[in-house]
């Protein structure tokens, strides 16, 4: 029996898991009362101490809390899964939608009276503070009118925290909060006053200083809480827990972890400071089987069952982080999504297999916890045991889209190709969604913008313009194409523009960062910020990169094969023809869509009302077909012949990306390849690289509705492909078939990550057979030199299910993009996307 199954959590876990269940997000004002006040007391000071007292101002008097049940303590909010909100960043958003957040499409958030009336009072101070105001002061016009048209966003940054790093936790478990202390103060005493740097680098280790002195006293708070709750309880066995709680946080993060309780203790803390600290997402854990081992293995006083159960709160603890993001962002962002990355197996420094115990308890910890984070990944490579990937396809049967999957064969050849040594590229994690960086040693600014490759294939066939506006460079008209080479000039051109100006959007909003939000407790972790005497934000890593991603690659490859088949060589359909049906949108109505929504019972009723009164004949051998066009086609759209339709049926009839075509397959490589080396040219003003990635979130559905009609039949604001994988419904041959398309992508060149979903029928994964298979099939794409692939193992019923009876799925967790969420939660039209999936079969 290759199948083994999972134990049960305990009734606290369970216990725990509920709290987050029903959890009613709120936005709370702590935090922001606290950072304005920090900053209105520090005026005239330089920026880095400036942000290191706003971190003792927030450790010092952030509400302390204790949920019921905890072993593992510390939390950013008062309530369950809510929120604090990070004004120095930016906050006109905020005050615009305190009467809308609650009843918003995506991720609403409850915003009682009293904490909106807090809010608006603090906000009085920001008005041209915040970095996103020093961003968008360094802005062209044009990169505006990119931004505000579509091309791309940079939102993430703009609007938040930096977030997508990876600290060394390892190093704090070695020597704790007072080694970082003594480290800084060592540094200061070395410090040479002729260096001109000297005044920076003395203002950089005076914070650290005030920050890790302010986080010690924010451990010690909640010993404090923690023995005032034991004094009031009356349960013996609670009351013991909340003296070792107390016992623990008196000890951790400020002295080196002595117990495997003390190590679990330390890395959340670490990672609930370092939300408090930054609003930025995908704070990711990184290699958490490495870093926490030797303490596991060192204990002997801990039991197994013990052990599991700490890991399993840190897995609740992870779900009880939340953010807000504007309405729009929200979308992008759909499902509370956080994007903590915890990543294990994989390789050592050395290349051996670094697969341990821990490594199974997190896949124990997925199966009792089953909330949506952390993004669960695993590492794999040639000496990847046979056992680690059988029991991943128990976890992946499971149906709650983790562990993604990424394959060292490709990853670590990618950052060598980057600049990384060899070491320190067998020892990445992910952060994020899917993006490998070296752990605790980089900045890597992944998800810098989200960059919309259909857009540019849209703007090129109109010569460069978005309706009447010239935004683009004027390019050759897409009636003078008399082969793909004239559109791969005119793609080209527009995309070096567009790339150029996604930099300046980038590199703004960094300098921004480096001016005004340095992060004191981030950099003290970040190798090597100490040693160098400069924050991350400034390029006190040693790695810096920026990673903006791409989506619509699928799109753009299919819809420039579909010229190449019926206007170049077959001559079906003239240029001409096909401009004019994408302009009327293939005689659809507009905002209509060929998804694989149900129509309602009173759209089919109508539809057939138009048939049968427009018609004589009541065949109904044609009736079926009539009033399918009819639904398919809204109103007509001005398409009384059905030509467009006719186009339309004929684009959409031809072989896509997905089903192991090389000529197809290798058209969609070509056009994420020009993205992707554009991308490369830049650098950053840290002095690092850009580097392409291609994963989308679930922007593939919210920034779908800036595209209109393409060659590939896809009509006007309907949803595009996500990351690398085929378009919805379009892989037809099978799961192995489209991998292989996948696979012949540049994964190496799009060295900050590409994202792969596969969703799979619950019986194809059934019994032994089915890991078996899985197995196989992971194998098999990563020999063809595939980054990473993740699954969702779910069928279109239960989806359709919970759509309609969201009260009773609560708990069905989905994988979205590069994370899960619960399904119930995201908007309909996110939903309606991942039903629309290929469900694959072996």
Not at 94 to 110: C, I, L, N, S, Y
Not at 399 to 417: K, M, R
Request: proline share 5%; hydrophobic share 40%.
């Amino acid at each position: 029996m290759i199948e083994k199954g999972f134990t049960k959590p305990t009734d606290r876990v369970i216990r725990l898991k509920n709290q987050i269940l029903n959890a009613r997000p709120y936005v709370e004002s702590e935090r922001a009362v606290l950072a304005t006040e920090a900053y209105k007391a520090s005026e005239g000071l330089p920026p880095i101490v400036r942000r290191a007292k706003v971190a003792e101002k927030i450790f010092n008097e952030l509400p302390v809390t204790i949920r019921d049940d905890e072993l593992i303590v510390g939390s950013i909010t008062k309530n369950p899964r809510s929120t604090e909100i990070c004004p120095e960043f930016s906050f006109d958003w905020v005050e615009k939608e305190f009467d809308t957040m609650a009843t918003r499409m995506a991720d609403p958030f409850e915003i009682p009276k009293e904490t909106a009336a807090e809010l608006h009072e603090c906000f009085k101070y920001w008005p041209g503070k915040t970095t996103s105001d020093l961003a968008a002061s360094y802005m062209s016009q044009k990169t505006h009118d990119c931004i505000n048209n579509g091309v791309f966003t940079v939102g993430n940054y703009y609007f938040g925290g930096v977030g997508h790093v990876c600290v060394d936790y390892g190093k704090i478990l070695k020597i704790g909060f007072r080694g970082i202390i003594a480290e800084a103060v060592k540094q200061l005493e070395m410090l040479d006053r002729m260096d001109p740097s000297y005044i920076k680098k003395q203002q950089f280790y005076n914070a650290i200083i005030i920050t890790y002195n302010a986080a010690i006293n924010f451990a010690h708070r909640y010993a404090a809480k923690a023995e005032e709750l034991a004094q009031a309880e009356s349960s013996p066995t609670r009351k013991q827990e909340l003296m070792q709680i107390a016992q623990n946080c008196r000890r951790v993060p400020e002295n080196p972890a002595s117990t495997f309780w003390e190590a679990c203790q330390t890395m959340w803390f670490i990672q609930c400071m370092m939300q408090i600290e930054s609003s930025g997402h995908s704070i990711s854990p990184g290699r958490f089987d490495q870093y926490m081992y030797p303490y596991l293995e060192a204990d002997k006083s801990v039991s197994r069952e013990f052990a599991q159960e700490l890991v399993d709160c840190i897995w609740i603890k992870l779900n009880d982080v939340n953010k807000t993001r504007d309405e729009i962002s929200a979308q992008a962002f759909a499902g509370y999504a956080v994007f903590q990355n915890l990543c294990v197996g994989g390789q050592t420094e050395d290349g051996l297999d670094a697969t341990n115990d821990i490594s199974y308890m997190c896949m124990e910890a997925v199966a009792h916890v089953r909330l949506p984070a952390p993004s669960f990944s695993i590492r794999v490579w040639q000496g990847t045991p046979d056992e680690f990937l059988f029991r991943a396809a128990e976890v992946v049967r499971l149906g709650l889209g983790v562990p993604a999957v990424y394959n060292d064969e490709v990853i670590i050849p990618a950052l060598q190709n980057r600049g990384v040594l060899l070491a320190d590229a067998r020892d990445y994690g992910i952060v994020g969604c899917v993006e490998p960086q070296p752990i605790h040693k980089t900045e890597g600014w992944h998800d810098a913008a989200f960059f919309n490759v259909a857009k540019v294939l849209e703007i090129t066939m109109n010569g460069g313009k978005v309706g009447d506006l010239q935004l683009g460079p004027v390019t050759s008209a897409m009636a003078s194409w008399k082969s793909l080479d004239d559109f791969y000039d005119a793609f080209s051109t527009q995309m070096t523009f567009f790339v150029k100006h996604l930099v300046e959007a980038d590199n703004c909003v960094d300098i921004a960062h480096a001016e005004r939000a340095p992060l004191p407790f981030q950099s003290a972790m970040v190798d090597d910020c100490l040693g160098r005497g400069m924050s991350v934000q400034e390029g006190g890593a040693i790695y810096n990169f920026t990673g903006p991603q791409a989506f619509g690659v699928a799109d753009t490859g299919d819809s420039v094969y579909a010229m190449k088949k019926f206007v170049f060589d077959d001559k079906t359909i003239t240029m001409a023809d096909l401009k004019e049906a994408l302009d009327a949108n293939f005689g659809l109505a507009a905002g209509a869509s060929n998804t694989s929504a149900e129509p309602t019972e009173e759209q089919v009723y109508a539809a057939v009302r138009k048939v049968l009164t427009n018609s004589s004949s009541t065949d109904m051998s044609t009736l079926k077909d009539e009033v399918y066009r009819t639904l398919s086609t809204g109103n007509g759209g001005g398409d009384a012949n059905g030509k467009y339709e006719n186009i339309r049926r004929m684009l959409d009839s031809a072989p896509c990306f997905g089903n192991d075509i090389d000529e197809v397959d290798l058209i969609a490589r070509k056009c994420a390849q020009i993205y992707c080396k554009e991308v490369e040219k830049y650098t950053n003003p840290r002095g690092g690289q850009f580097q392409a990635g291609i994963y989308p979130v679930s922007a593939n559905v919210l920034f779908g509705k800036d595209v209109g009609a393409l060659p590939d039949g896809r009509p006007a604001k309907a949803p595009l492909a996500d990351g690398v994988s085929p378009r919805q419904g379009k892989d037809v041959k099978g799961p192995t078939a489209a991998a292989n398309s996948v696979a012949k992508l540049d994964h190496f060149i799009a060295s900050n990550g590409t994202l792969y979903n596969q969703k799979f029928l619950p019986n194809a994964l059934a019994g032994d057979n089915g890991l078996r298979n899985f197995a196989s099939l992971v194998r098999s794409y990563f020999d063809h030199k595939g980054m990473h692939v993740q699954f969702n193992v779910i069928d279109r019923q239960t989806l359709l299910d919970a759509q309609k009876d969201p009260e009773a799925h609560k708990d069905l967790v989905v994988r979205v993009a590069g994370y899960s969420a619960q399904f119930v939660v995201l908007a309909k039209e996110v939903q309606d996307d991942i039903i629309s999936r290929t469900e694959q079969t072996f």
